[in-house]
DNA sequence: CGCATACTTGACTCTATTCAAGGTTAGTGG
DNA sequence: CCACTAACCTTGAATAGAGTCAAGTATGCG
């Protein structure tokens, strides 16, 4: 019989715990915060996570699958800010407000782990390497959507694409799938959305960059043809030197 | 003689104090960290408080005036992320990486509070409070750069301008400023690099809204004359219903 | 007072949007 | 396993909003 029981060991075994939560834990404080988070049954394509205006109490952690986060505007349409693979954290936005600002839906069968925050919060004062943990990811999110701020200004179609589509690479590349040859878990319009482009748009500049050979991509699965090419789109910004 | 020495009080006698870090501490709490906060000597228009690349090593306070931050894309470019007014904390989307991802300078003359970061999460270690005031921080961070997101995709120029002055508008009123009239701290070529527009765009965007009667602009003093429409024209969105 | 920078204005161009229609895919039920 | 339906995606033509280029005007600093 071990010395440690299998909920205990639920994040130390886990493919993702390098790039998660427990990321630099030492195994001792892994197995204390196992203890609090509480894996769900498998959630189906088109399920809630959280919803926007829902009262804020845990974080989320995507296992499997992955999810799309987005924002209702008072127009009546969404806006999609961002989506979300393994070991990637959901909820951080709402800790100040106590009330979630956007909603999370996966976008395919997905297993999400729950983290109580209040549980979280405590187990960190205990922990400084676990409350060190947590400003780091909340950091790393934040230099992220600066990332995504930068996509959307002043950014050709082209250029949008080619940097998302770098993003996801490099994304699918950490989590040591290809970084080549990898399916978009997204339709074709919420990738558009989240861009700033209309869908419309979107499959024509798709079809542009296969012309020029750089990519190709058949309904959800791209293939990265050449990815030196669309990094120099992407630097070669709107004047271009 | 008073039993706190005055370097222990300039955080709780700071007019910011409830804006800023020290928020909802209680007043040992303020103290103690008033003694790891360095405050330093104004610094004239257009220093760096801090640089792109450079070794993360503290986080700062603006206490008087404002701050611009912005990112030097590799096509040489630059593309501005944000405007802090006093009791806005700068350099949190560095600690992840332990190197600054952008680099932030004066719009004009300014104060600015340093606070050394390990020192902070040391305290923080000892001040529950102040672990959570942290968390709060850059919670409020994200959602702020969220919206940041919402602006730039799929708006016409006119709604990313009401968007912006509505922002500044609401952020003067929390500082006990006019809500309608006021001093824009930056340049129309810097708010329209922020908006990703060009700045003749901007220029024809404020010179609209004024023949509407929305605003008032002569230099940089804006005066928002409706403030009722320029929400309406942010909430009527891309389509409109 | 003069120079430099910042801002404005006009004319033209171009990219992305919109509207509209046709084609494909995936998921459902027989 | 196939047929059917509903999304989803693609394509084309016309339009509009913002960008670019170029010149002129204000503003502010030394």
Same mark, same amino acid.
């Given at each position: 019989?071990?010395?440690?029981?299998?909920?205990?060991?639920?994040?130390?075994?886990?493919? =993702?715990?390098?790039?998660?939560?427990?990321?630099?834990?030492? $195994?001792?404080? #892994?197995?204390? &915060? +196992? %203890?609090?988070?509480?894996?769900?049954?498998?959630?189906?394509?088109?399920?809630?996570?959280?919803?926007?205006?829902?009262?804020?109490?845990?974080?989320?952690?995507?296992?499997?699958?992955?999810?799309?986060?987005?924002?209702?505007?008072?127009?009546?349409?969404?806006?999609?800010?961002?989506?979300?693979?393994?070991?990637?954290?959901?909820?951080?936005?709402?800790?100040?407000?106590?009330?979630?600002?956007?909603?999370?839906?996966?976008?395919?069968?997905?297993?999400?782990?729950?983290?109580?925050?209040?549980?979280?919060?405590?187990?960190?004062?205990?922990?400084?390497?676990?409350?060190?943990?947590? =400003?780091?990811?909340?950091?790393?999110?934040?230099?992220?959507? $600066?990332?995504? #701020?930068?996509? &959307? +200004? %002043?950014?050709?179609?082209?250029?949008?694409?080619?940097?998302?589509?770098?993003?996801?690479?490099?994304?699918?590349?950490?989590?040591?799938?290809?970084?080549?040859?990898?399916?978009?878990?997204?339709?074709?319009?919420?990738?558009?959305?989240?861009?700033?482009?209309?869908?419309?748009?979107?499959?024509?500049?798709?079809?542009?960059?296969?012309?020029?050979?750089?990519?190709?991509?058949?309904?959800?699965?791209?293939?990265?043809?050449?990815?030196?090419?669309?990094?120099?789109?992407?630097?070669?910004?709107?004047?271009?030197?």
């Amino acid at each position: 019989m071990p010395a440690t029981s299998p909920a205990r060991e639920k994040c130390r075994t886990c493919r =993702l715990h390098s790039l998660c939560l427990p990321r630099e834990l030492p $195994q001792g404080d #892994t197995s204390e &915060l +196992a %203890r609090i988070v509480q894996t769900r049954r498998p959630m189906k394509r088109g399920t809630y996570v959280l919803q926007a205006g829902g009262h804020f109490q845990s974080i989320f952690a995507v296992r499997t699958g992955s999810v799309k986060t987005s924002t209702l505007l008072p127009s009546g349409d969404e806006h999609i800010s961002g989506f979300h693979l393994p070991g990637e954290i959901l909820g951080l936005d709402a800790i100040a407000s106590r009330s979630h600002p956007s909603t999370s839906v996966t976008l395919e069968t997905s297993h999400v782990c729950e983290i109580p925050f209040t549980e979280l919060e405590h187990l960190s004062e205990r922990i400084p390497a676990l409350q060190r943990q947590l =400003l780091r990811i909340m950091s790393r999110e934040l230099s992220t959507e $600066q990332s995504t #701020t930068h996509l &959307l +200004a %002043r950014r050709s179609a082209e250029q949008r694409l080619a940097m998302v589509l770098l993003d996801f690479s490099q994304r699918f590349a950490n989590r040591g799938l290809s970084a080549r040859h990898f399916r978009l878990p997204m339709s074709r319009s919420d990738l558009a959305n989240y861009l700033g482009l209309a869908p419309e748009t979107m499959s024509r500049t798709f079809r542009r960059l296969e012309a020029r050979g750089l990519l190709s991509i058949a309904g959800k699965a791209v293939v990265i043809l050449d990815p030196i090419a669309l990094a120099e789109l992407v630097d070669g910004a709107s004047g271009g030197s």
